[in-house]
């Protein structure tokens, strides 16, 4: 067995692990964005935001069956089995570049759509049952309003009762709502706090994506090269004397 063929078996054999081990991976991921948008869910109104999460749960359901047949076809160098793991990597390959074009554009948009539906959900505060996520919000991101303190001047909250709420206070059993020191007085608000967090997660998957994505490219290099060699060695006719 000739260099070309022997280091393309060796990772198109790593790549069938890596199909397994990315099955698993890809499932987390995908799960964490969809958990982590859950978390925000009041404030997210834009669903598509879930799109590469759904791409990514799909692509991993069938990682572990690619996995197995590119294993059973690089040992046996099956033409027909290679050219099924090929048409598969190419798809998986296209469905991950997929996720990547969706979350790089919705992340220019994470803080337009944010900000809106943020402030229509602060708005019903009260009346609502967003006041919990609301809260529940401020108080573990430590932040108070939309953009800061000010946000909740021009709420219905605010002026019927003339008080921000409970869940804006550093110290909550001292705090009497109407106090600009009680407040968490991050200038920045909530919104950019949501912001980061949810560009982290996309960051985050960025990145699990392009690695597999890289494998994948490589993975199709090896078939390509496997099966041109197989093609060569069939062409040749024994001679005898």
Known sequence: MDCGICTSKTILLFLSLVFWGAGAALAYVGAYIIMSYKTFDSFVEDKQSLIP????????????????????????????????????????????????????????KINQELQRSMNETFTKYGDSLDTKAVDDLQSQLKCCGVVNYTSWHNTPWYQKNKTIPQSCCINKTQCDGTTTSQFYQETSGCVVKVEKFLHDVLNYAMLVILGFAIIKFFGMLSVCVITCRSSRRSGYEPLYA
Do not use: D, H, N
């Open 53 to 108: 999460a759904g791409i990514i749960i799909i692509t991993s359901v069938v990682m572990v069956v690619i996995g197995l047949v590119g294993c059973c076809s690089t040992l046996r160098e099956s033409k027909f089995g290679l050219g099924c793991f090929f048409l598969v990597i190419v798809i998986v390959f296209a469905a991950e570049v997929t996720a990547l074009a969706f979350i790089f554009i919705y992340q220019s």
